[in-house]
């Protein structure tokens, strides 16, 4: 699925108009854990929100992308995903960098971005919200309820929210 | 278990900072009291020094007063030996005079004597004179008488020699007649013869009688010279008499005056001696009073050695107090020293915690939802092909999986408590009781639970915090009561003069009071969690929360009757 979607990046260049169609639902997802990911994106699977979606394992791989740079310098800056989940916790650039840079371009400024923590212990989430994040979420531990969360952020985010435009 | 450690130590190290934080005020507080009564000590101190000033002062005067006084008493005592001598002398001169006066007398009396022998000798000279006299008289008569024999005798010779010459003439008539007579003659020449002889005879006493008179004469003229030297000596005598009066009325008067010398002198002395004597008096006086003055003024220097001592023993105490007071804060400071060092070692603690159970929250979480997760889906994709003991057991991690995530919230509620600074405000506990209680009424609407919830005072606190102490009780109560058929759950208070007392009593297991110290510590479970579940982690955030508001908790309880747990919060 990861490949899959990758590869729909990589061509996205060249399928410019097909892919911006195509991502109307796209997911930006930023984990390092690959077990949370796999979580995140099983919970999204049942609801058909993750056919679109992109995982990124650190900062530095979601700004190359964000911002069209390194492996994705052939990329649009302003093909934006439609919701950026963002974990806090990464090594290389962390989620609060990866956010400032976002929130601080007027091409991604306005990119949905939800913050999805461990812990609601988080010393950064006051500063994630003056950072301009648009939701932090904390995953629950027990699986049913941590399903439940993801499945209804992808709803809100996917279909509730109306975004700019 | 590591994990528990870690928030034990957690724990202890923000205890061990409130402790710190009180037992720091509680030093402040007593500096304070220390500062006041090191204030107040030196006040006294200075007061006492200044009476101590004010005592050596009048020391000093009495010092002078009293060495006036000896100089006095010692000029009294010399004027005092003066005077003994002076009296010593005057009796000296008495006793002289009185030996004099003693002399005089004698010498009076010899003199007096003297006069009465010399009187006497007068008399008897005067008697030898009259005697004199009349033995002078007596022999002027005789004399006289022996004069008047003479011219007698010689009348009587003249007479005879005319007679012889008559009888020569009748001689011769007779010699005729005797030539005549011749023999008559002869007769007549032996008549005559004899005559003759009668005439020498005669004669012979005429010259001794011639020669007594002149004896006589000169005997008178002797006696005459005697009785001129007698009366020279008589007047000599008288003249030594009318001198020996003369001197003997000079001595009676001399003695007189000395008698009048010796009275006045006696006088005097008399005087002397009443002066004496009321000298004596006065020296006694002054020497009891000099000796009454030593003895104050022993008294004032052994008031002023204690004063002195007790001065000596304040200012020791005072310097005593001031180093333990330098010590105080000197320890204060050093304290405040380690306190900083500590509250930069606790904030760097703190922060490692932060860290730490940021750590714990993000890390620990993940591989347990992991954990949880894997085990759901593996149940949901591949529960139907497992057997029921498979099923079981995916369970039995399911359900721990989820006990450690609570357990994982519950301590980082905990320790969070412990970092969050409360912000006090006015609680209306009544309404916030009320709304949490029928809140959690109907989350347990199975059961039967009636609230009774007198009047609660407000109280002023962490709004956040206190609800979460009123949840936890509550919740507890609603817990630990859910095998008795009808919970009561009675809430109330008591206001006292510097707290209020909040009470939550429950009609559940109750719990056995040997373990109440048990109740309020980090994981401590009373009751099985096949029994009641929990994590032992709610009480203990009651109690770090009331023990960060300045109050206390307990509990009283019963087997099977109940318990109560109170709760105090500072007014």
């Known amino acids: ?165 | 278990m590591k994990n528990e450690q870690l928030v034990y130590q957690n724990e202890e190290k923000e205890k061990r900072a409130a402790e710190l934080v009180i037992a720091n005020k509680e030093l402040a507080f007593q500096n304070q009291e220390k500062a006041k009564r090191a204030a107040e000590l030196t006040i006294a101190n200075k007061e006492l020094a200044f009476q101590n000033e004010e005592k050596g002062k009048r020391a000093a005067e009495l010092t002078i007063a009293n060495k006036e006084l000896a100089f006095q008493n010692e000029e009294k005592g010399k004027r005092a030996a003066e005077l003994t001598l002076a009296d010593k002398e005057l009796a000296f001169q008495n006793e002289e005079k009185g030996k004099r006066a003693a002399e005089l007398t004698i010498a009076g009396k010899e003199l007096a004597f003297q006069n009465e022998e010399k009187g006497k000798r007068a008399a008897e000279l005067t008697i030898a004179n009259k005697e004199l006299a009349f033995q002078n008289e007596e022999k002027g008569k005789r004399s006289a008488e022996l004069t008047i024999a003479n011219n007698e005798l010689l009348f009587q010779n003249k007479e005879k020699e005319k007679r012889a010459a008559e009888l020569t003439i009748a001689n011769k008539e007779l010699a005729f007649q005797n030539e005549e007579k011749g023999k008559r003659a002869a007769e007549l020449t032996i008549a005559n013869k004899e005559l003759a002889f009668q005439n020498k005879e005669k004669e012979k006493r005429a010259a001794e009688l011639t020669i007594a008179n002149k004896e006589l004469l000169f005997q008178n003229k002797e006696k005459e010279k005697r009785a001129a030297e007698l009366i020279i000596a008589h007047e000599e005598l008288l003249y030594q008499n009318a001198e020996k009066e003369k001197r003997a009325a000079e001595l009676i008067i001399a003695n007189k005056e000395l008698a009048f010398q010796n009275e006045e002198k006696e006088k005097r002395a008399a005087e002397l001696t009443i002066a004496n004597r009321e000298l004596l008096f006065q020296n006694e006086e002054k020497e009891k009073r000099a000796a009454e003055l030593i003895i104050a003024n022993k008294e004032l220097a052994f008031q002023n050695q204690e004063k002195e001592k007790r001065a000596a023993e304040l200012n020791s105490a005072n310097n005593e107090l001031k180093k333990a007071e330098d010590d105080i804060h000197k320890l204060n400071e050093e304290l405040e020293q380690k306190v900083i060092e500590r509250t930069e070692q606790l904030v760097a603690a703190n922060k490692e915690l932060e860290s730490f159970s940021y750590s714990v929250s993000h890390d620990l979480r993940t591989p347990l939802r992991l954990v949880h997760g894997y085990t759901r889906i593996l149940k949901e994709d591949y529960g139907i092909n497992l057997d029921t003991e498979a099923n079981r057991l995916m369970n039995n991690i399911i359900s721990n999986a989820k006990k450690m995530g609570q357990l994982i919230d519950d301590l980082l509620t905990f320790s969070r408590l412990g970092r969050k600074e409360l912000v006090k405000m006015n609680i209306p506990v009544s309404s916030m009781v009320t709304t949490l209680c029928s809140e959690i009424k109907n989350e347990n609407g199975n059961r039967n639970i009636e609230f009774k919830i007198n009047e609660l005072q407000p109280a002023k606190g962490d709004n956040a915090a206190i609800k979460q102490v009123w949840v936890n009780l509550i919740s507890n109560a609603v817990k630990y009561s859910k095998l008795t058929e009808k919970a009561i759950i009675e809430i109330g208070c008591e206001t006292k003069e510097n707290e209020i007392i909040y009470f939550i009593k429950d009609n559940g297991d109750g719990f056995d009071m040997r373990y109440a110290d048990k109740l309020f510590g980090m994981f401590q479970r009373l009751h099985t969690d096949e029994k009641f579940e929990g994590t032992g982690v709610g009480l203990a955030i009651v109690h770090r929360i009331i023990s960060k508001h300045g109050g206390s908790v307990w509990a009283e309880a019963k087997v099977n009757e109940g318990a109560t747990f109170n709760f105090s919060l500072p007014k």
């Open chain 1, 1 to 165: 699925m990861k490949q899959e979607n990758e590869i729909l990046v990589a061509e996205s260049t060249e399928t410019e108009l097909l892919l911006v169609t195509d991502n109307d639902n796209d997911i930006l997802l930023v984990e390092d854990n690959d077990g949370d990911a796999e979580m995140t994106i099983r919970a999204l699977k049942k609801h058909n929100l993750a056919n679109h979606l992109l995982h990124l394992k650190d900062g530095a791989q979601a700004l190359d992308f964000l911002f069209a740079e390194g492996g994705y310098s052939g990329r649009q800056v302003e093909n934006t995903p439609k919701i950026i989940l963002l974990d806090l916790k990464m090594p290389k650039v962390n989620g609060k960098e990866v956010l400032k840079r976002i929130k601080s371009d007027p091409r991604t400024r306005k990119i949905p971005v939800v913050i999805l923590s461990s812990s609601k212990e988080d010393p950064d989430i006051e500063q994630c919200y003056d950072l301009g994040a648009n939701g932090y979420v904390v995953k629950p531990v027990e699986f049913d309820l941590f399903h439940k969360v993801v499945s209804e952020l992808g709803l809100f985010w996917m279909i509730v929210n109306q975004p700019p435009q």
